[in-house]
């Protein structure tokens, strides 16, 4: 939303004269981020479902809006309407492309701009795509700040030439889709014995800011706010040998590091 704020201030090459903003109804208390960033920029707000005119309005653009559009609603934008999505298109169709690149640890992601299709979501033609080499122990939340600045670049970069880009859309291939279904609170609680330790961290570095991750303990849940690899622990490869035959879940104390260290089905975590 901010990228396309600059783009409209008065001057001869001016890209965007109007701007609105349709969001979805809060279900939590306070504001979408969306929304208070909106009425900062003083721009008009309008809630979904908006039944208002849109016939003034060139092009559409969504981000992560989790609502199919009529094609109606689409056909009245002269231009359709675009989606920034952060992934490489067809892989990661979903809500959750981006937990799903750090569950699956993939090594390299990117950013579809894709035209919106009704009836299905992530289908549509891609306009722009770019990949992206993902750092290594990158969380979800770290990958989302660095996907959300390209993706911005690269919306202003399709609509300053938008009927040439439009012209040079793709289909999106057959071969490859996977899909990203939205995560719940119960991906969150750890099998010891079904996970080893690097799905583990993965794990955490996928939803840990969503959902921290959660065990039992003597009946009661805990939730486990931060993990360290065992590699970085100094000296724990000696207290391995000794406790060789701890059971998946069983703990282990590193008085040196002062941290807790649980068996997993491989491996510490």
Not at 7 to 30: A, C, K
Not at 157 to 173: D, F, I, M
Not at 204 to 233: C, Y
Request: charge should be neutral.
């Amino acid at each position: 939303l901010q990228c396309l704020v600059h783009p409209r201030e008065p001057s001869e090459d001016s890209l965007v004269s109007r701007l609105e903003v349709v969001t979805l109804p809060s279900r939590l208390p306070g504001d979408l981020p969306v929304r208070s960033c909106a009425r900062e920029l003083q721009l008009p707000v309008h809630e979904w479902p908006h039944t208002g005119p849109v016939g003034q309005f060139d092009v559409g653009v969504v981000a992560s809006f989790g609502r199919l559009l009529s094609e109606d609603l689409i056909l009245q934008f002269p231009y359709g309407v675009l989606n920034v999505h952060p992934s490489c298109l067809p892989r990661w169709r979903g809500p959750a492309p981006i937990v799903h690149t750090v569950l699956n640890g993939d090594k390299v992601t990117g950013v579809t701009i894709m035209e919106i299709r009704p009836k299905r979501f992530d289908v549509g033609p891609i306009i722009k795509q770019e990949v992206f080499a993902v750092p290594p122990h990158c969380t979800a939340k770290e990958l989302e700040v660095m996907l959300s600045k390209m993706g911005a670049n690269m919306l202003i970069s399709v609509l300053k030439n938008l009927p040439e880009s439009l012209k040079n859309k793709k289909e999106q291939p057959n071969e490859g889709v996977t899909f990203a279904p939205k995560i719940s609170i119960a991906k969150s609680c750890i099998k010891w014995e079904e996970q080893t330790a690097a799905q583990i961290i993965q794990l955490h570095r996928a939803i840990g800011s969503m959902f921290p991750l959660q065990t039992l303990w003597k009946g009661s849940t805990v939730k486990l706010l931060d993990f360290v690899e065992v590699d970085n622990i100094p000296g724990f490869a000696d207290q391995i040998l000794n406790d060789s035959g701890a059971v998946p879940g069983s703990l282990l104390y590193h008085k040196v590091s002062q941290t807790l260290i649980a068996r997993c089905k491989v491996g510490f975590s």
